[in-house]
Structure formats: structure tokens, C-alpha cells
């Protein structure tokens, strides 16, 4: 669990990076790519802002759970991770992409339940991200449209 918790967000980044080079549906893969990647970004500054007025102390420190790989100097809610991983996923699940979509799902599900046993966050800490990272991809989806112009030029690149 500790190595899901420590490269299990990298590892989705990477897998959504490496989505531009696919073949099949070119264009429509890399707007979800290039929209999961928004919803990562948009979701993360939102709990940023989240952090500057929620103040929970993490499990560990309030004596609730053994910690098992290095402390974190932030606060414990809303975790990062359940955020930038569910963000990926529901990006991917507004653009129609089920298998995709249910690969990404299984891992941000062990990251997500990782950070809990490692003993970093409390289950309202990761629901509270996971629910930043929907909400930041369907701000996204909203604002990011497929075939606008904006759009045409970005999935055209390389």
C-alpha cells in the first residue's frame, strides 16, 4: 500500500499522458487527455483554497492511527490524492471512455484507499477530494468543449 500511496498519482498522470500517442479515435482520446489534465490542475488550486480555511490535523497526529511512511506539513482534508486521481477518472468517464475509464478507476480506488491505511488521511478527507476532483472536471467539461477551436488546435499538436 505504501508504494500505491507514493506512485500511484504519477503513475495516472503518466497514463494519461501517454493517451495522446494513441491511435484509434485520435482526437476525441486526446481532448479527455488533455481534459483530465485541466480537472487535475483546476481541482488541485480548488484545495488549495480549501486548506487556507479547513485546518484538520491528520489521523496520526491527533494519536487515531500509526503513520507509515514519512509525515506531510499540510493539513489532512481535502487529500490531494483522492483528488487528483478521481479528478483523472471522471474526466475520462465525461468523455464516454469506459474502459478507460474503469482502469483508472480500480487504481485511483487503491490510491485512494491507500492513503487511509497508511495512515494519513481519515475517509472523510479522501471522500472530501474525491469530490473536488468531480467537481473540478465537470467544470471542465463545462467550460473545455470538444471541436471548438480551441480544442482543434490543442488535439492537433505533434
Known amino acids: 500500500m505504501i508504494g500505491v500511496s507514493q506512485i500511484g498519482v504519477p503513475l495516472m498522470v503518466l497514463a494519461v499522458v501517454?493517451?495522446?500517442c494513441a491511435k484509434a479515435d485520435r482526437r476525441h482520446i486526446r481532448h479527455a487527455a488533455v481534459s483530465?489534465?485541466?480537472a487535475f490542475l483546476l481541482?488541485?488550486?480548488i484545495n488549495q483554497f480549501i486548506l487556507l480555511v479547513v485546518h484538520r490535523i491528520r489521523p496520526y497526529d491527533a494519536g487515531v492511527t500509526h503513520l507509515l511512511i514519512a509525515?506531510?506539513?499540510d493539513w489532512s482534508?481535502?487529500?490531494d490524492h483522492a483528488t487528483a486521481s478521481i479528478a483523472i477518472v471522471a474526466?475520462?468517464?465525461m468523455q464516454g471512455l469506459p474502459r478507460r475509464t474503469i482502469a483508472l478507476f480500480i487504481t485511483a480506488l487503491l490510491i485512494c484507499w491507500s492513503r487511509i491505511y497508511i495512515g494519513t488521511h481519515y475517509l472523510t478527507d479522501v471522500?472530501?477530494?474525491a469530490i473536488t476532483g468531480v467537481l473540478g472536471a465537470v467544470v471542465v467539461r463545462l467550460v473545455y468543449r470538444e471541436n471548438?477551436?480551441?480544442d482543434k488546435l490543442v488535439t492537433q499538436i505533434f
Open 148 to 150: 471548438s477551436r480551441l
Open 77 to 79: 482534508f481535502p487529500s
Open 43 to 45: 481541482s488541485l488550486a
Open 71 to 73: 509525515p506531510s506539513a
Open 36 to 38: 483530465a489534465g485541466l
Open 18 to 20: 501517454l493517451q495522446w
Open 91 to 93: 474526466a475520462f468517464a
Open 127 to 129: 471522500v472530501g477530494g
